[in-house]
Nanobody, 122 residues
Framework: QVQLVESGGRLVQAGGSLRLSCVAS????????MGWFRQAPGKERVFVAA????????NYADSVKGRFTISVDNAKNTVYLQMSSLKPEDTAVYYC???????????????WGQGTQVTVSS
């Protein structure tokens, strides 16, 4: 009932910056938390960042804290992930997710986007 579409992923050199976008549509009125996750080839999908849709509370994985910023534009139903000082280990498919709970953990999310590839070259 909620559709999520990520965009913005591309090849970028280490040290560069990139902004990912996630547009939510459908029955978004029940969404409490929006999150970003990433999954590298052969690895588990892991938490990157999350924010409360209405109140702006944020959480970040230690690996991205200080480099990534999650933000929302409520009017556009869009969540952004601003990434800076990118490292090769940031290379992954990045997924946007929506949860009906005030919980940023992976299993709390009900809806997922298709992902957008971010590749950081060294």
């Amino acid at each position: 009932q909620v559709q999520l579409v990520e965009s913005g992923g591309r090849l970028v050199q280490a040290g560069g910056s990139l902004r990912l976008s996630c547009v939510a549509s459908g029955r978004t009125f029940s969404t409490v938390t929006m999150g970003w996750f990433r999954q590298a080839p052969g690895k588990e999908r892991v938490f990157v960042a999350a924010t409360s849709w209405s109140f702006g509370l944020t959480n970040y994985a230690d690996s991205v804290k200080g480099r990534f910023t999650i933000s929302v534009d409520n009017a556009k139903n869009t969540v952004y992930l601003q990434m800076s000082s990118l490292k090769p280990e940031d290379t992954a498919v990045y997924y946007c997710a929506a949860s009906n709970l005030p919980d940023h953990n992976l299993n709390a999310y009900d809806y997922w986007g298709q992902g957008t590839q971010v590749t950081v070259s060294s």
